[in-house]
């Protein structure tokens, strides 16, 4: 019996923390087979976007197992699974997701320079794939000069781009008028009957109508896996079909095969190593040195591109740098200054005043310290200078200018004691 592709066993997800948890996906167990064409339906909210996440390895669930070629991912890292996502799936949007600074071929190229393929390979596989989906003409092209079909399109050669084993549809066809929407659901057909593993996921029964494997979700549950037998089954299909047991089962839902043997303790770097193939005979460091060139002229496109955008984004920056330095700048200029006037005033230098106490309401009347104590205290070994100070309020008169000041009786060796110098004069 043929073994699935992807296997999905008790899987669980749920948000939140608590009492405010909320399970979006119940114990969903499916399997989906190479070569299948399954639409996952379900009304908003019924966690099918939730489950395509998963599929697709952009989410990890809170339960359950999810099997890709036998292989867990619950034991895969971040980087691994990114180069699953790179290497196995190709991802299709409602709303494209294309970026609007980019050709056609230029949106197209990004999974492979990820990837680390060569430009020449990149530039030769995305003509072929935009030619091939009837965009050859308009290859440079601006997504804004492409209608909405166009530029589905465009999305499905991007999802392509690496080989696209399994290509997940999340509403392909939601933005798109009628016309468009069938002509892209006829792209996803012709994908399948090429051997793509196709996914949709809508909440549009005609569109799922297009799949033979339809499997129904609501309020985060399977309520339905069911195989339209009248469709027309390609030989991928029809394999899918007999691997799942569908035409013996009794109640129309797929049964479960019979699992095959195989280890499931394959290290990541083993299933990694048959998907990346595109660094086939390339280091990791030519590859990654490759990426980050490729990214760097991205960004510059996207900056010449959004001039006044990049503009107002480079002021933001140095008015924020500039106030950063101006605050530390006088922070450390006001903390220098209050050092230096302590420093000026020193810390061995002793006020000696008349009193018992500092404010004593009597010291003014106190006239025992005379000059006479001034020598004796000069006279001792730890002393360098000594001064006295008697300050008195006088009327300053200067031309017809008059002023109330401070005049103060100090000796010659004040200034050496306040640590003070005349600045000229």
């Known amino acids: 019996m043929s073994k699935p592709l992807l296997s999905v066993s008790g899987l669980v997800r749920s948000y939140g923390t608590g009492g405010s948890k909320v399970d979006v996906l119940k114990g969903i167990s499916m399997k989906i087979y190479p070569g299948e064409m399954v639409a996952i339906i379900g009304q908003s909210g019924s966690g099918k976007s939730t489950l395509m996440n998963i599929l697709g390895c952009l989410d990890r669930p809170s339960g359950g197992d999810y099997q890709i070629n036998g292989i867990s991912t619950r034991s895969l890292s971040n980087d691994d699974l990114a180069a699953l996502r790179r290497n196995y799936f190709g991802f299709i949007f409602q709303r494209y997701h294309l970026l609007t600074h980019l050709s056609a071929k230029d949106n197209v190229e990004i999974p492979a320079i990820y990837a680390g393929t060569s430009s020449k390979n990149r530039d030769e596989q995305a003509r072929k794939l935009l030619t091939r989906l009837g965009l050859g003409e308009r290859i440079d092209y601006m997504p804004g000069q492409l209608s909405g079909g166009q530029q589905q399109r465009v999305s499905i050669a991007r999802a392509l781009m690496n080989g696209g084993k399994v290509i997940l549809a999340d509403e392909p066809t939601g933005a798109l008028d009628s016309k468009s929407g069938l002509e892209v659901m006829k792209i996803l057909k012709e994908l399948n009957s090429q051997g793509h593993t ?43 079909y007999n691997a799942s047991g569908a035409a013996s089962a009794d109640d129309g839902h797929a049964a479960e095969p019979a699992e095959e043997s195989g280890s499931q303790s394959q290290s990541s770097g ?42 107002l984004t480079m002021l933001g920056i140095i008015i924020g740098i500039a106030a950063v330095v101006s605050i530390v700048a006088i922070g450390q200029g006001a903390t220098e200054e209050i050092i230096n006037n302590i420093n000026s005033i020193g810390t061995n230098t002793i006020r000696i005043m008349p009193g018992k106490d500092w404010g004593d309401m009597r010291a003014g009347k106190i006239k025992t310290l005379s000059t006479n104590d001034m020598a004796a205290l000069k006279q001792q070994v730890y002393t360098d200078s000594v001064t006295p100070s008697v300050t008195s309020s006088q009327i300053l008169r200067y031309n017809r200018g008059e002023a109330n000041g401070q005049v103060m009786g100090v000796s010659s060796e004040y200034f050496r004691v306040m640590g003070l110098s005349f600045a000229s004069g």
Do not use: C, Y
């Not at 129904?216 to 069911?226: A, H, L, N």
């Not at 490729?294 to 955008?309: G, L």
């Open 198 to 240: 196709v996914i949709l996921v809508t909440h549009d029964r005609s569109i799922a109508a297009n799949a033979p494997h339809i499997i129904e979700i609501k309020d985060g549950e399977i309520v339905g896996d069911i195989w339209n037998k009248d469709k027309f089954f390609t030989k991928e299909q029809e394999a899918a």
């Open 270 to 311: 083993r299933i990694i190593s048959e998907l990346d193939r595109n660094l086939t005979g390339r280091t990791a460091f030519f590859a990654g040195l490759g990426r980050f060139g490729e990214a760097f002229k991205m960004a510059w496109i996207a900056m010449v591109t959004h001039r006044m955008r990049t503009l």
